[in-house]
């Protein structure tokens, strides 16, 4: 109660209604697996890397193929060339927004050949003697496509000199450690040759700026120098332009860089390895200007942008794509309680990130051996059962038939995963159709598909219906024909088919969990029950050491049923009436003396979830006007 020590009119707010539970997402999604480009955390001492390397959101395949790259097939192996995979990572996130998909977080697994440091990461690098010194453009995420082109362009201003009536010849818009550049007698003198563009930098003709306490600019020479310029002379500023290509489509542009840390773009700012002003920058410049010893620091700025334009061998060298990674790498490693700059990998990342209700492991199926595939599933299916609020979408292993399949699914029995059959094939993206040639085709896991179709049916229905009798887009055929003989075998070991129906196309037929227990039998009752709990128990955190008495219950009480009586109307639950459809109790009923002494409120919420019409029979027998049923 406020205390109230002296005269006056106090005015309070306070609140006459119970809170408000907002429902959570239920289509955001989350994939671990192999990328060509993008963040990783590297787990390696001999190397610091990037600290802004967690999983990324991603919205568009677009964004996608800039932040993890595209769909050019990655070479793994332990020495080069590696032996070309399939990225299924990429596949998967491209049917997944072509499907319907909205929100993906990615996490990109990688696992370095044997050894340590960069050579055993694939981050590529190309060092430029500064000086006495280095500098380094360096890859900033391991993979073949770090392998890239960067080229170093200077532009100059026009003649920037002006005579100031106090400190003489001056610069205009030139900063304390700009470089610029003095062509002496050019602007008297039309003999003189003024250099433009990107032409070649002389040192000689090169100037780093100073100002004083009073804001006198002195322009400092190669040998330390600082000589007077003069009204004949011509002062241009030098800047830098650098162009990044990356791959064969991809190019980045960064302009107006300078070369001292004195400048607000400077480009060891601009292009730094933590955080760069583009995020998705491909590389960072590794360069410490207080290492050197030379004789005039003051020059190295200029130093520096000479070295970069001069550059002859623009192409980094030393990015592979690593090892295959084995299914405890998949599953990642916690973060480190001690040590914040080691961070959760594989699907330990997704599992910091409370948006997710979906997981997949688009690169599980084809891992070389069925044995190793199951192994890397059930670490999947493990991460939704911990998790508790996500389903997990497994995919079988490639080019598996019909008893093998059945021998797969018989391996797992969880409430919180699905598993769908068969593969996927696509026109391979990667070639181009030539007339009389028939089209590559490749397989594709289902659980990009099925995860958009997922979050598709979200958005467009809710997540009490089930995802399925649903369009899949994308894709050329299925792998298998599954038929209705076939769908019989597998329907009832909870494997949901993937089949085509002549005239209307490929269609999810199916919605089983890998559960045993009749009560968790369909993919929508988990779900379900999912978004419930998660938006209860992120809905109802303001309870925690509250007065624990009647107010309190009925508050509760009163913010539940309202949160379920809008899930009744929207369809979600079975009944005629709120009361049947739900219950919510919160009271002595629910609570002995020892739950109060101890600390604990207990509600008592009992659900009625609609299951999908699976079977739809018709009963059809013969009538006669006279027949009495």
């Not at 040759?193 to 306490?213: E, F, I, K």
């Not at 595939?373 to 991460?383: G, N």
């Not at 018989?410 to 996927?424: C, E, L, N, V």
Request: proline share 6%; net charge negative; with cysteine.
């Amino acid at each position: 109660m406020p205390e109230y020590l002296a005269p006056g009119v106090f005015v309070e707010e306070v609140s006459f209604r119970s809170k408000s539970i907002e429902g959570v997402a239920t289509s955001t999604t989350g994939f671990a697996g192999m990328a060509s480009w993008g963040p990783v955390c590297y787990r390696d001492v001999a190397i610091q890397g990037p600290i802004n390397c967690e999983p990324r959101l991603i919205t568009s395949f677009t964004e996608f193929e800039r932040v993890y790259g595209g769909l050019n097939d990655l070479a793994v192996g332990a020495a080069a060339p590696g032996t070309p995979r399939i990225p299924y990572l990429a596949h998967a996130a491209r049917a997944f927004f072509e499907n319907g998909g909205k929100r993906l977080y990615v996490s990109r697994v990688f696992t370095p050949r044997v050894g340590t440091g960069a050579a055993a990461w694939g981050i590529a690098s190309r060092s430029i003697v500064v000086s006495d010194i280095s500098a380094t453009w360096t890859a900033r995420w391991p993979g073949a496509m770090g392998n890239m082109y960067v080229q170093t362009e200077v532009v100059r201003s026009k003649n920037l000199a002006y005579s100031h009536p106090t400190f003489g010849v001056q610069a205009q818009r030139a900063r304390v450690g700009a470089v610029v550049e003095v062509i002496a007698g050019a602007a008297t003198d039309s003999t003189i040759s003024v250099p433009d563009g990107n032409d070649a930098l002389v040192d000689t003709n090169l100037r780093v700026v100073q100002v004083d306490s009073e804001g006198r600019q002195s322009f400092v020479d190669s040998l330390g120098g600082t000589p007077a310029i003069s009204t004949d002379d011509v002062i241009q500023l030098v800047e830098m332009r650098v162009r990044v290509s990356v791959g064969s489509e991809r190019l980045e542009e960064y302009v107006d860089l300078a070369a001292s840390d004195l400048q607000k773009r400077y480009i060891g700012r601009i292009l730094q390895q933590d955080d760069p002003e583009d995020q998705d920058a491909p590389l960072y410049l590794d360069y410490d200007p207080t290492t050197s010893a030379d004789p005039v620091p003051a020059f190295l700025p200029a130093r520096l942008t000479i070295a970069l334009q001069a550059n002859s061998n623009g192409r980094l060298a030393g990015g592979h794509d690593g090892l295959l990674p084995s299914p405890t790498e998949f599953a990642g490693s916690a973060s480190s309680p001690d040590d914040p700059l080691v961070k959760a990998t594989g699907l330990e990342a997704l599992g910091e990130i409370d948006d997710i209700a979906i997981v997949a492991l688009p690169d599980s199926g084809d891992l070389g051996d069925t044995l190793v595939s199951r192994v890397a599933a059930q670490a999947l299916v493990t991460h939704a059962e911990n998790l508790r609020y996500r389903i997990a979408v497994v995919d079988c292993p490639i080019g598996s038939s019909l008893n093998e399949v059945r021998d797969f699914r018989g391996q797992f029995d969880s409430k919180y995963a699905a598993t769908y059959y068969p593969w996927i094939k696509i026109f391979d993206p990667n070639e181009r159709f030539s007339q009389g040639t028939p089209p590559r085709q490749i397989a594709l896991p289902p659980s990009g598909f099925v995860a958009g179709i997922y979050a598709r049916n979200d958005i467009e229905r809710g997540v009490h219906k089930a995802p399925a009798n649903e369009i899949v887009r994308g894709l050329t055929q299925f792998e298998v024909n599954i038929n209705k003989a076939r769908n019989e075998v597998i329907n009832p070991e909870g494997i949901n088919a993937l089949r085509f129906f002549e005239g209307r196309g490929y269609r999810v037929w199916g919605a089983r969990t890998m559960s045993s227990d009749p009560e968790w039998k369909y993919v929508n009752v988990r779900r379900l029950f999912n978004f419930i709990e998660h938006s209860i128990d992120k809905g109802t955190q303001w309870a925690v050491f509250e007065p624990n008495n009647q107010r309190l219950w009925d508050n509760i009480r009163r913010t539940i049923e309202d949160f379920l009586l809008v899930l009744w109307r929207d369809g979600a639950l079975l009944g005629a009436k709120p009361d049947q459809a739900y219950f919510v109790r919160c009271d002595r009923s629910t609570m002995t003396q020892n739950d109060l002494d101890n600390g604990r409120l207990i509600c008592l919420i009992g659900i009625a979830p609609v299951k999908p019409a699976e079977f739809v029979i018709f009963r059809i027998g013969q009538w006669t006007g006279d027949a009495k049923v």
